[in-house]
């Protein structure tokens, strides 16, 4: 075609612009909308997203909700437990104390009589010595008699010996060594 064609004819350039320009259009719409559809699923997926974090964080708060739960019921009852020890402790303690001064008590009473003892051993010698020592008299058996006045004077000494209110000798028994002591010249 030449130029006069053309240019007698000048619509079909033009048509043929428009439908340039017509399926430019519709290719950009049709990005449009498919970028918008992209982007809405873009966004639903962020939705979904957030949505699965927000329940995935709400079973872990619940969860750990629960543990905190067992734990302090865990520690209620160590602390029961602590306390019931403690109490029993205290308890077993206060026994403990009770007998122990009971048992003093008793070694105290075991010593006294232990003493008492040793006292009345003492005091059943020395009798039994002033009765072998009045035999001795009554038989006039001086040297037997100055011999266990000696071992009870060894023992003993005299003066204890010869007081009516001090062991091992009381009373008549003291008064009756005295006596036989100064009729012998002791």
């Given amino acids: 075609m030449s130029e006069e064609t053309k240019k007698q004819n000048p619509e079909p350039d033009k048509a043929e612009d428009d439908v340039t320009i017509y399926e430019e259009a519709v290719s950009i719409d049709r990005s449009r909308q498919k ?3 992209v982007f809405v699923f ?3 997926g962020l939705f979904c997203v957030a949505l699965a974090l927000i329940l995935l964080s709400y079973v872990m708060q619940a969860h750990a909700n629960q543990q905190l739960e067992d734990l302090g019921a865990q520690l209620t009852e160590q602390t029961d437990a602590a306390a019931g020890a403690k109490a029993k402790a205290d308890q077993m303690q206060a026994t ?3 007998m122990q001064k009971q048992l003093d008590e008793s070694q ?3 010593d006294t009589l232990n003493q008492t003892i040793d006292e009345q051993k003492k005091s059943i010698d020395a009798l039994n ?4 020592l009045e035999r001795a008299w009554q038989e006039d058996d001086s040297a037997a008699a100055v011999t266990i006045i000696k071992q009870m004077d060894k023992a003993y000494t005299r003066a204890v ?8 000798l ?3 028994a003291a008064a009756e060594y005295a006596e036989i ?3 012998l010249g002791m």
Avoid: N, V
């Fill in 35 to 37: 970028s918008r559809k």
């Fill in 42 to 44: 873009y966004i639903i």
């Fill in 96 to 98: 403990i104390d009770a």
């Fill in 108 to 110: 105290k009473e075991s």
């Fill in 129 to 132: 010595q002033l009765w072998q």
């Fill in 161 to 168: 010996l010869t007081d009516q209110t001090k062991e091992p």
């Fill in 170 to 172: 009381i009373g008549e």
């Fill in 181 to 183: 002591c100064t009729d």
